[in-house]
């Protein structure tokens, strides 16, 4: 798991053209006031951008990506645990970005917020009116 976080971490220090546009329209919230995060890790996997509320992947894959099986594989895997992927190519991000925002936005829009339990609830009784 540690190798995962590792490498999640050295994704983000380097991130491709695609993934760096396409993250300077996603990061503080600035799409439909979603939150993302970027090579966020779920177990195994490492999501290109991850939307918590909504249980989004998006991935980006280059040209020389093209691996139908494993993906189809992986997509399943993070269907089980609970989130939805949708890809576009690099290709979409460098020549359509607006396409892009668009599709994802309607993508966001269309799914249920996820009502997780807040990760550090405050103590016992505390902030709760009497």
């Known amino acids: 798991m540690a190798r995962v976080q590792s490498f999640a971490s050295e994704m983000r220090r380097n991130p491709t053209e695609p993934e760096r546009r396409l993250w300077a329209n996603l990061s503080r919230s600035q799409l439909g006031g979603f939150k993302f995060r970027r090579q966020a890790t779920i177990g195994a996997f490492i999501a290109d951008f991850l939307c918590p509320a909504v249980r989004l992947v998006v991935?980006?894959?280059?040209?020389?990506?093209?691996?139908?099986?494993?993906?189809?594989?992986?997509?399943?895997?993070?269907?089980?645990?609970?989130?939805?992927?949708?890809?576009?190519?690099?290709?979409?991000?460098?020549?359509?970005?607006?396409?892009?925002?668009?599709?994802?936005?309607?993508?966001?829009?269309?799914?249920?917020?996820?009502?997780?339990?807040?990760?550090?609830?405050s103590p016992e009784g505390e902030g709760l009116e009497r």
């Open 59 to 121: 991935e980006i894959d280059g040209h020389t990506h093209g691996d139908a099986v494993a993906d189809q594989s992986r997509d399943a895997a993070l269907h089980v645990l609970g989130y939805r992927t949708i890809r576009f190519t690099n290709t979409d991000v460098m020549q359509n970005l607006e396409g892009v925002l668009v599709r994802l936005l309607a993508e966001l829009q269309s799914l249920p917020l996820c009502r997780a339990p807040h990760p550090n609830p």
